[in-house]
Each structure stands twice: as C-alpha cells, then as structure tokens.
C-alpha cells in the first residue's frame, strides 16, 4: 500500500512521500503575495456575483457552481504561488564525513572474533575495505583519533590503542570545531562505549541536532564482561593541606566475582599507604571503598589505586586507575568576628586545636571600643 501511495505521489507531484518528510516546501510567488492575494478575493466575489445571476436554475445547483469556480481560481492561485520542495543533498567528494575513531587503551581488549578491538575496527575502516571505498566516492572523509580529546590522524593505522581518558563528548565537540568551517555532512562515532570523561554526551548530540548535522554511531566488542573487576572511577579532592588526609572514594564494577576476595592497593607518591582485603558483595554490581591518603610532602602527589587481577578476568587493563592531588602547604587561616563573646567560641578553638592544618583567628568585641584578639601570630 506504501509503494501505491508513492506511486502516486511521484505521478502527480513528482516525488515520493519520503521526499516532503526530509525536505521544506517553500512558496515563490510569480507576483508579490499581496496582489496575488487581491486578485484571488476579487476571482472568488467575481464567481459569487456570476452564480447569483442565474436566475433560471436552482439555488444549490448555482452554489455547487460557484464552489467549483471559486476552486478552481484557488488553484490557478495555488499554481501561481509556485510551491517548490527544497532537498539537501550530498554533492559527492564536496561534503565532508568525520570518522572519530576510539584510541583509548579499552581497545585493546580481544573480545572481537579472537582479535582485539582495535583490529577488527581497523580491518573495518582501512583504505583498502569495501566500505571505505564506497564512502570515499561520496564524501572527503576526515579520520579523529578520540580520547580525551580528537586529534586528526592520516590514516587508520596510526592508531595504538594507549589513550588514558575516553570522553567521547568532547572528542565530537573538538571535531564540530575543527571543521566547522566546511560542509559536514556527518559524523560516525566508532567506539567500544567505554566513556569515563566528564563530558555531557547529550548535550553535544542536541547541539549538532540542531546544526542539522547527523551522528552515526558504530559498536566494537562485548556489550557486557562475563567476569571482571575493574575501577570504575577513582575521587579524590584537587587539594588538600600539608600533614592533613585527603579522603576519597574507589569506585569497583563487579561482574560475575560475587563472593570472592580482591586485594587493592592504594600508592601515593610511590609508596604504599593502603592495602586492603575485600570480600566483593553479591547484592549489587558496585562497590564503594573509602580511602584516606596522607599529604606528607608540599607539591604535586599522585595516586594510583589497583586492584590485584583474578582468575578467569576478561581484561585487566582497567584494574587500576590514576589521579592527581596538590598538596599545600598550611595552616588554613579561618577568621572569627563576633560582635560579643559566645559560649560557641571556646568550643570552637578546642575543637581545632589538635589539628595542625587549620588555625582559627577570633577577633571579639568585648566593651565599646575594646576587642580581644586569639589566635594571631604576633601583634
């Protein structure tokens, strides 16, 4: 019934349905719309006055005429309108087509056929592959590598699979920008989904949505490990003060461990400060694990969590992950202004005094004109 419709629709209008779908219909009037407006209410008065001078025949015959007649001069009206239906087409090896290609170090996991899935995207995407050919005849095609940004890259073996950071937002925003500037037909994201960047993957696609640029995905591997544990994120502050801790949160997935026993490690600044057993639960596929890293050196620390690989695991290149923590030098100066002494100030210094990070400056009004200072390094 479809293909009838259309049948039809190429017939009388000279596309098919699907065309008006994809396309804008526009209007080109061969006079101004205001004159074409006049002459089509003065036609349609015309024919009004016509049929009522037809005395002869009967008041709905000269109704039905008078329809017919105004009718037909909305038509001719329509006609002269000149409504054109307005395609976007690609114009072969004109328009540009951005493959961003994922290069980050979960590529490298052999799930794909018994080959990696960086191998089987290459063998997908190579030069030499009948898609490849096939798209390189309509569209000068632009390769990305995407990590935690996009780079160009000349062809699809220069890829390594090393990236530490997958965020496929801004890898698509990095490519919006660089060829914004051409015609973009489209873009094809290729990539095994692993995202652990910050960005808003939503926003991005609405925002091309409305450019009128269209974004293709592509998937490699495994949708879901059988058996893994992995780090799924790793949150610590940006900065924390000398001789304090800097409390922070592992984040583990678990899939199909429930009930066995991982080891993880906590190293900061090359030493060890954390090791733990952990019994991984059976009720949930996370597991949270505080942690707590002393700020014992001034500067820039990094910290490395791992978790020690079990038997029968798919992948263990996300056993572990990295973050950075400055460390500053202290105390914290706090200053507190009262307009009178409180009962809360006493209970405040004790409170902090044992802590060697912060130092609490109290300046007290005691009488009119008098103030009492605590907590000052000198006068």
């Not at 540009?96 to 590529?107: F, N």
């Not at 700020?295 to 029968?312: C, I, N, T």
């Amino acid at each position: 019934m479809e293909s009838f419709f259309d049948a039809i629709s190429a017939f009388l209008l000279k596309h098919p349905r699907g065309d008006f779908a994809r396309g804008d219909v526009v209007f080109a009037p061969v006079v101004p719309w205001m004159p074409l407006l006049i002459l089509l209410a003065a036609a349609s008065l015309l024919a009004v006055w016509a049929a009522r001078q037809l005395r002869s025949t009967a008041p709905g015959d000269r109704w039905v005429l008078g329809g017919i007649r105004i009718a037909a001069f909305l038509l001719v009206g329509f006609c002269l309108a000149r409504p054109t239906l307005v395609l976007s087409r690609a114009v072969a090896q004109r328009n540009v087509l951005a493959l961003v290609l994922d290069d980050t170090r979960s590529m490298a996991i052999t799930d794909v056929g018994g080959q990696t899935r960086l191998a089987a995207m290459q063998e997908v995407f190579a030069d030499s592959s009948e898609l490849m050919r096939r798209l390189s005849e309509r569209f000068a095609v632009r390769r990305f590598r995407a990590g935690a940004d996009a780079t160009p890259i000349p062809a699809i073996g220069a890829l390594t699979a090393r990236g530490s950071r997958t965020d496929l937002p801004a890898a698509i925003a990095a490519v919006r920008e660089t060829l914004a500037d051409m015609p973009l037909a489209g873009i094809v994201v290729v990539s095994d989904g692993a995202q652990n960047g910050p960005g808003d993957l939503e926003a991005e696609v609405l925002r091309l949505t409305a450019l009128g640029i269209p974004v293709h995905t592509v998937g490699v591997g495994e949708e879901r490990f059988e058996r893994d544990l992995g780090v799924d994120a790793l949150r610590l502050p940006s900065v924390v003060l000398l001789g304090g801790e800097a409390p922070g949160e592992v984040i583990l997935r678990l899939r199909g461990v429930a009930g066995e026993r991982a080891r993880l490690t906590v190293e900061a600044g090359g030493r060890l400060v954390a090791l733990d057993t952990l019994v991984l639960p059976t009720d949930r596929d996370l597991l949270v694990v505080p942690i707590r890293v002393p700020a014992v050196d001034p500067g820039v620390l990094a910290v490395r969590v791992s978790v020690a690989p079990l038997d029968g695991e798919v992948t263990i290149l996300n056993n572990h992950a990295s973050a950075v923590v400055t460390v500053r030098e202290g105390p914290e100066k706090i200053l507190y202004v009262e307009g009178e002494p409180r009962p809360e100030l006493p209970f405040l210094r004790r409170a902090v005094a044992t802590d060697s990070a912060l130092q609490v400056v109290s300046l007290v009004r005691t009488a009119r004109g008098k103030r009492l200072r605590l907590g000052v390094d000198d006068s």
